[in-house]
């Protein structure tokens, strides 16, 4: 009774992450019906949608050491959809800037990658995430086994092309302190992974017992 009642409120807090994490997105449709997009609604869109992707990747890269430190191993119920969202919202950003400021122009989509190193590393990390939600799923688990791990520790790759992409488009509007804020939360989180794995790994060796000669 007890197990039914945990699986019970966990599905229902998951119900309810979907639907915050659609609360952005319902935002800017309401903004737009109020015409209060300021005014360059597609910049306005394009930034807020790819914010989202990076407060997702944020929260997703939290999991991990929230598990750790409380020792709550039901919260990994919730990464899977935490890191679809970081798909979701990168997803809506690229469209968004193919579709409105790139006009479907493949040509100019591509001399735009290749001419401007923020776009490149945007195009890069949107590239890398693809394989990470094809794979998000309980069959590629299965079938992958091992390989499954391995591949989703392109998420620490993914954080570090995130990170420049923010960079250097703030930079060009000189806002080093919104920069600085998720780059200290996202290495902060990644070096926490770091310090769990080395401390671990002198653990084990502790128990190791030398051989007597």
Same mark, same amino acid.
């Given at each position: 009774m007890l197990a039914w009642i945990y699986k019970s409120t @966990?599905? *229902?807090h998951r119900y309810a992450l979907i639907l915050i994490g659609l609360s952005?997105?319902?935002?800017?449709? *309401?903004l737009? $019906?109020?015409?209060?997009?300021?005014?360059?609604?597609i910049e306005f869109i394009t930034r807020s949608t790819g914010t989202w992707a990076l407060v997702f990747l944020c929260l997703t890269l939290s999991i991990t050491p929230?598990?750790?430190i409380t020792g709550l191993a039901n919260l990994i119920a919730y990464r899977r959809i935490l890191g679809l969202y970081v798909f979701f919202y990168a997803f809506l950003h690229f469209i968004i800037w193919f579709l409105l400021d790139q006009n479907l122009n493949l040509d100019a989509m591509l001399k735009d990658v290749f001419k401007r190193p923020f776009i490149t590393m945007g195009f890069l990390s949107f590239t890398l995430l693809w394989p990470l939600?094809? @794979?998000s799923n309980r069959l590629s688990m299965h079938l992958l086994k091992r390989r499954w791990t391995q591949l989703h520790r392109l998420i620490y790759l993914?954080?570090? @092309? =995130?990170l420049m992409h923010y960079f250097w488009h703030k930079s060009g509007k000189h806002d080093y302190? @919104?920069?600085? $804020? *998720?780059a200290v939360i996202i290495l902060s989180l990644l070096l926490f992974r770091v310090w769990w794995s080395i401390k671990n790994s002198s653990k084990r060796n502790?128990?190791? =017992?030398?051989?007597?000669?």
């Open positions: @966990t599905k *229902y952005p997105l319902e935002r800017l449709f *309401y737009g $019906i109020q015409d209060q997009l300021s005014a360059n609604p929230l598990i750790k939600a094809i @794979t993914i954080s570090m @092309t =995130v302190f @919104t920069v600085s $804020i *998720y502790k128990k190791i =017992v030398p051989l007597a000669f």
